[in-house]
């Protein structure tokens, strides 16, 4: 039996931790298991990821016990941990930290610190000489009886701090102690009544005869239904039990999903040749049980999704398990309910737009082994499935498969780790793929596969590009012409805008005046519905005032338009046609999104005006004009992407048009009319965008022909921030000189593009590398040197690894 656990707590440290094991706990504990440990005066949660026999050399002395474990079934399997590894490794992330971002929300469990009054606290206040502050808190501390440290912080703010408090303890006026508080996310159990029969031993009344008859009918009941069926039914169920007629008892309930949608029916297509070719290759790679990893570019409408069915289907009936990750599950109502018809009850969902408790219940299904498939965002690359055959990352190009806070994976990438450890087969599939994968794809390290046709022969949509600089209204008469036929022949449109609000920012012409956030270097949008300016960016906003703060001048106007401004002004110009509007500010409701999907699908609404939400993959047969009002808003953006972005939303946007039997057009309008970008995307030719974009990345050695990794610093003071960035950049290139005088370069370290965000300043340094290896050892190194630089000083240093090739 082993005498030493290692492990690794939920909190941003870098180092793993020993603790003896109880004599208690030495049979029990495994691997995998969460456990309670003391650290640093708390108790904390940690997971065992290594059991020893003897601790490590040197720290003999200092180990502490475990104070309990939490599980009586490990949690994270060997595969999972060692999969979490990987993670911790290659994105410089505390493993504890990976280990409960893949586990669901609500098991982490922490002591709170716990006041309480000594005996001489108690006598101080019972006979008096306190002093006046002292009576006053430690009279609250004694009408609690134990009470937490930060609620008398929060109570008395001005007259107590948390030294203090210590103080008082060191004095022996107070107890302080750590205390576990349970708020563990748990099963939910449902009291059911069940139906036991046999002999009638006495007379029934009529109501105990009418429930008995009513249950039996159904086998089982939920107590709850019966609370609601009959009249105050707890008697007549209690006489009914004692008489072995009835039997009540808990059974364990799935908490009700929020993203529960009607079933409707998809019938099973028949397979295009295309689609059938592809198949037979994945098939084979299933079959293998090898790594068998494809990318998937078929072109929008080309039937990606049957080809996800009909592989899951392949890989349940090998008895494996499947893993499908989307974008944003709450934009795919159409995908899901395919899931749903094909797969039924054997689809678990997980995305953040679950509560705590439904989350933790998707994921125990998973975890027991009671579903085969889970569906969800980029998360849902963590469900715990031990025989997993495939990995789908659909429209694997998003951007929102990276998550930008706390640990900054990608999903699409990890899906390519995980798939290979489980020796699985990997599906991404897009119609405009990323560039690093197509790379890959190129170089032999993915398989390409293509869908060059949309299924029944339906031709992609004619694009046309306006060029604006001779236009002087929001919308080109061409765009205008095309909304009106369709108006007139009862066929829909969609109009695309990629920036919400009303007006883009508010400006004073006398002065140039311009409102900005206190919190984020950028300019406030204004929003018509609640005369409102917003911060996009924070939660900042104030109302829209009616003169200039700086000159008083009442000429204030709105530069650059929304999706807001635009809705109003279709409406103007087509008072007979129903306009819609998608958005972040129209789909805050919940199923508002939904509803409006809904309309688009009977025909009420005629056009439809969006930002990208209205980009993802719904399919809808009458659309058949799409109109890109502006194709420069993301051309702009300060990044390295910012072309290949424009690209995947452009083809993307169009690739909505015509999906029925009517052909459909495109009219994008742009001052940019010659960017490859908007021209390729024109003539659907992702291959051309390729080649030009990689001549543009090579020339400034760029992803994917480097590696690079952002080192971002962000702090309160805009000094301090500035000081630690200039540290950085120095200790970087010390670094440079010493060990890695060749294949490694620092750019910066810089001001971030977007300096202040949400009040913090923020600067980055770019280290770029051909060899990946090497770029994570210099970083690592970089990295723990800056640990003891920035410690205390209120800087946060963040390491985020540029999502390429992983392979
Ligand atoms: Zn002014
Ligand atoms: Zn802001």
């Known amino acids: 039996m082993k005498e030493i656990v290692e492990v690794a707590v939920g909190l941003p440290v870098s180092k793993t931790f020993h603790y003896r094991i109880p004599e208690k706990m030495k049979s029990f504990l495994q691997v995998g298991m969460r456990v309670l440990v003391p650290f640093k005066g708390r108790k904390v949660t940690?997971?065992?990821?290594?059991?020893?026999?003897?601790?490590?050399?040197?720290?003999?002395?200092?180990?502490?016990?475990?104070?309990?474990?939490?599980?009586?079934?490990?949690?994270?399997?060997?595969?999972?941990?060692?999969?979490?590894?990987?993670?911790?490794?290659?994105?410089?992330?505390?493993?504890?930290?990976?280990?409960?971002?893949?586990?669901?929300?609500?098991?982490?469990?922490?002591?709170?610190?716990?006041?309480?009054?000594?005996?001489?606290?108690?006598?101080?206040?019972?006979?008096?000489?306190?002093?006046?502050?002292?009576?006053?808190?430690?009279?609250?501390?004694?009408?609690?009886?134990?009470?937490?440290?930060?609620?008398?912080?929060?109570?008395?703010?001005?007259?107590?701090?948390?030294?203090?408090?210590?103080?008082?303890?060191?004095?022996?006026?107070?107890?302080?102690?750590?205390?576990?508080?349970?708020?563990?996310?748990?099963?939910?159990?449902?009291?059911?009544?069940?139906?036991?029969?046999?002999?009638?031993?006495?007379?029934?009344?009529?109501?105990?005869?009418?429930?008995?008859?009513?249950?039996?009918?159904?086998?089982?009941?939920?107590?709850?239904?019966?609370?609601?069926?009959?009249?105050?039914?707890?008697?007549?169920?209690?006489?009914?039990?004692?008489?072995?007629?009835?039997?009540?008892?808990?059974?364990?309930?799935?908490?009700?999903?929020?993203?529960?949608?009607?079933?409707?029916?998809?019938?099973?297509?028949?397979?295009?040749?295309?689609?059938?070719?592809?198949?037979?290759?994945?098939?084979?790679?299933?079959?293998?049980?090898?790594?068998?990893?494809?990318?998937?570019?078929?072109?929008?409408?080309?039937?990606?999704?049957?080809?996800?069915?009909?592989?899951?289907?392949?890989?349940?009936?090998?008895?494996?398990?499947?893993?499908?990750?989307?974008?944003?599950?709450?934009?795919?109502?159409?995908?899901?309910?395919?899931?749903?018809?094909?797969?039924?009850?054997?689809?678990?969902?997980?995305?953040?737009?679950?509560?705590?408790?439904?989350?933790?219940?998707?994921?125990?299904?998973?975890?027991?082994?009671?579903?085969?498939?889970?569906?969800?965002?980029?998360?849902?690359?963590?469900?715990?499935?031990?025989?997993?055959?495939?990995?789908?990352?659909?429209?694997?190009?998003?951007?929102?498969?990276?998550?930008?806070?706390?640990?900054?994976?990608?999903?699409?990438?990890?899906?390519?780790?995980?798939?290979?450890?489980?020796?699985?087969?990997?599906?991404?599939?897009?119609?405009?793929?990323?560039?690093?994968?197509?790379?890959?794809?190129?170089?032999?390290?993915?398989?390409?596969?293509?869908?060059?046709?949309?299924?029944?022969?339906?031709?992609?949509?004619?694009?046309?590009?306006?060029?604006?600089?001779?236009?002087?209204?929001l919308l080109s008469e061409k765009v205008n012409a095309a909304l009106r036929k369709n108006i007139e022949d009862k066929k829909q449109s969609l109009l695309f805008l990629n920036r919400r609000g009303f007006a883009h920012f508010i400006l004073c012409p006398d002065c140039g005046f311009t409102f900005k956030c206190p919190n984020c270097s950028v300019t406030l949008t204004y929003h018509l519905k609640d005369h409102s300016l917003q911060c996009h960016y924070c939660d900042y906003g104030i109302p829209a005032p009616g003169s200039c703060p700086q000159c008083q001048g009442q000429r204030l106007k709105g530069v650059g338009i929304g999706t807001e401004r635009l809705e109003q002004e279709i409406r103007d110009l087509f008072p007979q046609a129903q306009v819609g509007r998608m958005d972040r500010d129209t789909t805050s409701r919940r199923r508002s999104h939904q509803q409006i999907l809904k309309g688009l699908e009977s025909g009420t609404i005629d056009i439809l005006v969006g930002t990208q939400m209205i980009v993802k993959g719904h399919d809808f047969p009458n659309v058949t004009f799409v109109g890109v009002v502006s194709a420069d808003t993301s051309l702009h953006f300060p990044d390295f992407r910012s072309s290949e972005r424009t690209f995947q939303l452009l083809t993307q946007v169009a690739g909505r048009a015509g999906r029925g039997d009517v052909f459909g057009e495109v009219i994008i309008q742009t001052f940019n009319p010659d960017h490859y970008s908007v021209l390729k995307a024109k003539d659907h030719d992702f291959i051309g965008f390729f080649q030009e974009e990689c001549q543009f990345r090579k020339a400034l050695d760029y992803p994917p022909f480097s590696r690079l990794i952002n080192f971002r610093l962000t702090g309160n003071s805009e000094k301090g921030t500035k000081a630690m960035a200039e540290a950085l950049g120095k200790v970087g290139r010390l670094l440079l000189e010493k060990k890695y005088p060749k294949g490694i370069e620092i750019l910066g370290p810089s001001a971030a593009p977007f300096t202040k965000m949400k009040g913090k300043f923020r600067w980055q340094m770019l280290v770029k590398g051909k060899s990946s290896q090497q770029l994570h050892q210099f970083a690592q190194e970089l990295a723990s040197q800056m640990e003891v630089q920035t410690k205390g000083r209120g800087v946060h240093l963040d390491i985020d690894v540029d999502p390429v090739f992983i392979l």
């Not at 499908?324 to 109502?333: G, Q």
């Not at 900054?408 to 450890?421: I, M, P, W």
């Open 46 to 473: 940690g997971f065992a990821i290594d059991l020893l026999d003897q601790a490590p050399e040197g720290i003999e002395e200092r180990l502490r016990e475990v104070e309990d474990l939490l599980d009586e079934f490990p949690l994270i399997d060997p595969s999972m941990l060692r999969f979490c590894r990987w993670i911790s490794n290659y994105y410089l992330y505390p493993l504890g930290e990976v280990i409960k971002t893949g586990l669901p929300p609500g098991l982490q469990l922490k002591s709170e610190l716990v006041l309480s009054l000594t005996q001489e606290g108690m006598e101080g206040l019972n006979k008096g000489g306190l002093e006046p502050i002292q009576k006053k808190i430690f009279s609250e501390i004694g009408r609690f009886g134990k009470v937490n440290l930060q609620k008398i912080i929060k109570m008395f703010p001005e007259e107590v701090s948390r030294s203090q408090l210590f103080f008082w303890k060191r004095k022996g006026f107070l107890n302080i102690d750590a205390e576990v508080k349970d708020r563990q996310v748990k099963p939910k159990f449902e009291r059911v009544v069940q139906y036991r029969g046999g002999e009638l031993l006495k007379p029934l009344s009529k109501k105990q005869t009418d429930l008995l008859r009513w249950v039996g009918e159904r086998g089982e009941v939920p107590y709850s239904e019966l609370n609601k069926k009959f009249k105050s039914p707890s008697k007549a169920i209690q006489s009914l039990q004692a008489s072995g007629l009835l039997a009540i008892s808990y059974k364990e309930v799935l908490r009700d999903l929020s993203a529960r949608s009607e079933l409707k029916a998809y019938p099973k297509p028949e397979l295009s040749s295309h689609q059938e070719a592809l198949l037979t290759e994945i098939f084979k790679g299933i079959y293998s049980k090898r790594f068998s990893p494809f990318l998937i570019h078929g072109v929008t409408g080309s039937g990606k999704t049957e080809v996800y069915l009909r592989a899951i289907e392949e890989v349940l009936n090998q008895g494996r398990e499947a893993i499908v990750l989307v974008p944003e599950i709450s934009l795919t109502p159409q995908l899901l309910s395919r899931f749903k018809a094909r797969f039924g009850e054997n689809l678990s969902l997980l995305h953040s737009g679950l509560g705590r408790g439904e989350r933790y219940d998707q994921w125990r299904r998973i975890w027991r082994g009671e579903v085969k498939i889970a569906l969800g965002a980029r998360s849902a690359i963590f469900a715990p499935f031990k025989k997993i055959g495939i990995i789908i990352v659909d429209e694997e190009h998003e951007p929102s498969y990276k998550q930008e806070e706390k640990l900054k994976y990608h999903a699409r990438d990890l899906a390519v780790v995980r798939a290979k450890q489980e020796e699985a087969t990997l599906l991404l599939g897009t119609a405009t793929p990323s560039l690093e994968s197509f790379y890959n794809a190129q170089k032999g390290k993915f398989h390409l596969l293509s869908l060059p046709e949309r299924i029944e022969g339906k031709p992609l949509p004619r694009v046309e590009v306006v060029d604006m600089k001779g236009e002087g209204n």
